[in-house]
């Protein structure tokens, strides 16, 4: 696949190449602060595995199939729990909104399996992740899913719900929320009207048959999006230092690269198994959280959104019956800058920034008892 490995780089990097010298200074302001603290994201071991125990013991997942969490700890309030899309993983998928939710406390990533996935075990991720914030550290953490992820959100939040359980979080933020097949694929269309709906659509038709050709597809596909905003030079020179820019290439195209075919088809069977999320759900279903939630899409969601969305359209028409204390709202860019595009937390890092801040200044602290 010489395309994946080569194109992308070359274009950013040539890209890039063109540019002053000369850094914007919140770029070398940030820059020099990695540099004394850099961003590791380390290996968390869970103390509380109930949970994800049962769902294995019960035969609905195996252990190839459990995501990696990863945490950086800070001293803040405010935990962040991390979801990301289909690709890149979690931790890249906030590459620079990271910086500021390190400062309002540590954050946890959930990076998806190569070559598995069960919705059931990441769900009980959750679940345990959530109790220990509680229990351990007397914390109620927001969580943030993004495009996929925030399917996945949405997904855990209906099975609590389903279960009589409210989990005791700060906080839902949801971006450019992907929670079911018909987001991407309208039913029945002979050809996907979107960009992402041509690299999922042979994954979702009973017919096809997903071989190596359909693998490299749709992998390609996924390169050339994130290859597109790369080549934005005014975002890429006011947002990523050189070295920065080489770190999250090399990851992305190291995601998109290592997903298994297996992994692949599992994610869109997740994908498939949900249902829409629809405002006409009985009444027993709604709201699926009273916490604080701030729901954003992009100006141009055309890319990866079909038109007739069933998610935006539910968020559009009932969204306080689903979340009776959120938020929907537009991101937009700046006046003769380029349009927003789907889940676009890296280059137009500016743009969603302002929303996250002002959802974090208003979700309210409340101390927990921790378990002695």
């Not at 820059?31 to 035969?59: F, I």
């Not at 938020?327 to 890092?349: C, D, M, P, R």
Request: aromatic fraction near 8%; include cysteine.
């Amino acid at each position: 696949m010489p395309i994946l490995a080569v194109s992308p780089a070359l274009s950013m990097l040539t890209a890039f190449a063109r540019f002053s010298p000369a850094q914007p200074l919140h770029s070398f302001l940030r820059a020099a602060g990695y540099k004394l603290r850099p961003p590791r994201p380390v290996p968390h071991t869970p103390t509380v595995t109930q949970s994800q125990s049962e769902v294995l013991a019960r035969g609905e997942a195996t252990l190839s199939q459990r995501a990696t969490v990863l945490c950086e700890r800070r001293f803040g309030a405010i935990p962040t729990i991390v979801l990301g899309g289909f690709v890149p993983d979690s931790t890249e998928q906030v590459f620079l909104l990271r910086s500021y939710l390190l400062r309002r406390g540590s954050v946890y990533y959930l990076n998806y399996p190569r070559g598995g996935f069960s919705p059931a075990l990441i769900c009980a991720q959750l679940d345990d992740l959530v109790t220990e914030l509680n229990t351990v550290h007397g914390q109620r953490p927001v969580v943030l899913g993004v495009s996929f992820g925030a399917g996945l959100v949405l997904d855990w939040l209906r099975r609590a719900r389903a279960a009589h359980r409210a989990p005791d979080i700060g906080g839902v933020v949801l971006v450019s929320p992907v929670a079911c097949a018909a987001d991407i694929v309208v039913p029945g269309e002979a050809k996907a009207s979107t960009l992402i709906g041509r690299a999922l659509k042979p994954y979702l038709d009973s017919h096809t048959t997903v071989g190596p050709e359909v693998i490299d597809r749709s992998r390609a596909i996924f390169a050339k999006i994130f290859e597109a905003g790369a080549q934005n030079r005014d975002a890429i020179r006011s947002l990523l230092t050189a070295g920065e820019l080489r770190q999250l290439r090399d990851r992305v195209l190291a995601a998109v690269q290592g997903l298994a075919p297996s992994g692949a088809c599992e994610r869109v069977d997740a994908l498939r198994a949900m249902p829409p999320l629809s405002p006409w759900s009985a009444a027993g279903q709604r709201p699926l959280s009273d916490v604080p939630a701030l729901v954003l899409y992009a100006e141009k969601e055309s890319a990866v959104l079909a038109a007739g969305s069933p998610t935006r359209a539910a968020f559009d028409s009932a969204m306080h019956a689903i979340f009776p204390r959120g938020e929907l709202k537009v991101v937009t860019a700046a006046i003769g800058g380029s349009a927003v595009q789907h889940a676009s937390l890296i280059f137009h890092y500016f743009q969603f920034l302002p929303h996250f801040a002002a959802f974090y200044r208003g979700v309210k602290l409340r101390k927990l008892t921790v378990a002695a």
